[in-house]
């Protein structure tokens, strides 16, 4: 349903989000491993996350990938708008250009709701209620 980029943002920021809990800061390889990703695609990803002030980065001895625990936790929502656009909330379960409830597709009707279901469980979900609900084996 999502981009591969999407899917491996998510998984990584949970790993990310674990790790931080106690007091480990995974790098690129680690992470890239954890969730089966490629390490130089995750690594994009990940520059693309500290560079939106999702995550923050640290070079050298101690380093990795890390949150500000004290800053807001992030919504999944804001993750998928980040990689996706808002199209996903928006776009037509169908692929036309314009659809709506004066000019709906065939799905219209029926997609509308799939896609305020995806909405609403992406807006009420963190990267903090993932982590915490799932184990870093789960992930892959």
């Not at 500290?50 to 807001?72: A, E």
């Not at 036309?96 to 992406?122: A, W």
Request: hydrophobic letters at 35%; aromatic letters at 10%.
């Amino acid at each position: 349903m999502f981009k591969k980029e999407t899917e491996y943002a998510l998984r990584a920021l949970v790993y990310i989000w674990q790790q931080n809990k106690v007091d480990r800061r995974p790098g690129i390889r680690e992470t890239a491993e954890k969730i089966l990703a490629p390490p130089a695609f995750t690594g994009k990803i990940l520059q693309r996350l500290v560079k939106s002030g999702l995550i923050y980065s640290q070079r050298g001895k101690g380093g990795g990938f890390y949150f500000d625990l004290n800053q807001d936790d992030v919504l999944l929502k804001d993750i998928v708008i980040l990689i996706e656009g808002q199209k996903v909330f928006t776009s037509c379960g169908f692929g036309l250009g314009q659809c709506n409830d004066d000019d709906p597709c065939p799905i219209h009707d029926q997609f509308v709701h799939v896609r305020t279901s995806l909405e609403k469980i992406f807006s009420e979900n963190t990267i903090r209620d993932l982590a915490e609900k799932g184990k870093t084996e789960n992930l892959t």
